[in-house]
């Protein structure tokens, strides 16, 4: 089983729709990433959180860490929110020497 | 800064052959990774360097792939003898740990990756 584990693999929305991912980790962790991958393109961080909800525009990020859940939640998503969907852990590894574990990612497509 | 440069973007190459990546980070960030990502995959982590020491490596990294960061800057990754095992996107990425580092030390900035294709 992998440390992190992110569902749905595939989303499908019509634009507009609310949209969750979610992720799943079963590792102690100090703080949790959510990551943006456009086809062939690199990755963008979106958020780093180790407690609580962060929000940046139309993007929402939560984490329960007595759960060991993250969610990302999209509002009135658009076409061009498509994109993979990155989930990443970070711990603590041989002492100050912090490295992320990534989930799979979640493909999303946002259809006009 | 134009963020993390990686090159060449795409490499085609003939299995047995040694290939070269190259990562240039973000000037003043100090710690460097190299992940390998496959397709339908999350990346995974290989190698990752503070300044110029390499602090650890992936048991995912075996004999043929060394990489080095000479100066503490830009950072190298060969492979040698490669296989069609090896075919994969190479994403570099930088970050800035100040001090004794916390949680969201880890905020990386990635390259663009460069594209492996081993025939």
């Known amino acids: 089983k992998n440390e992190v584990e992110q569902s749905p693999q595939n989303l499908t929305a019509q634009e507009g729709e609310f949209i969750t991912i979610n992720c799943s980790y079963s590792?102690?962790?100090?703080?949790l990433h959510w990551l943006q991958q456009h086809p062939g393109g690199g990755i963008v961080s979106l958020f780093m959180?180790?407690?609580g909800k962060k929000k940046h525009g139309r993007l929402i990020a939560t984490i329960n860490i007595q759960e060991k859940h993250s969610s990302l939640h999209i509002t009135a998503s658009h076409p061009r929110d498509s994109a993979v969907y990155i989930c990443?852990?970070?711990?603590?590894?041989?002492?100050?020497?912090?490295?992320?574990?990534f989930g799979k990612g979640t493909l999303l497509t946002v259809n006009p | 800064d134009t963020g993390v440069s990686q090159d060449p973007r795409h490499k085609i190459t003939k299995r047995g052959q040694n290939v070269t990546f190259r990562c240039d980070p973000i000037?003043?960030?100090?710690?460097l990774y190299w992940y390998r990502q496959t397709l339908g995959q999350g990346p995974e982590f290989l190698t990752y360097?503070?300044?110029?020491?390499?602090?650890?490596k992936s048991r995912l990294l075996s004999d043929r792939f060394s990489a080095e960061r000479p100066k503490g800057s830009f950072s190298t990754l060969e492979i040698q003898r490669t296989e069609q095992g090896d075919s994969a996107m190479y994403l570099c990425?930088?970050?800035?740990?100040?001090?004794?580092?916390?949680?969201?030390?880890?905020?990386?900035?990635f390259g663009a990756g460069s594209r492996l294709t081993v025939l």
């Open positions: 590792v102690g962790i100090s703080a």
């Open positions: 000037s003043e960030h100090n710690r």
């Open positions: 990443a852990v970070e711990r603590v590894s041989g002492g100050s020497n912090y490295k992320l574990t």
């Open positions: 990425a930088s970050s800035l740990a100040m001090g004794v580092v916390g949680p969201g030390a880890n905020v990386l900035t």
């Open positions: 360097f503070q300044n110029e020491a390499q602090l650890e």
């Open positions: 959180l180790s407690s």
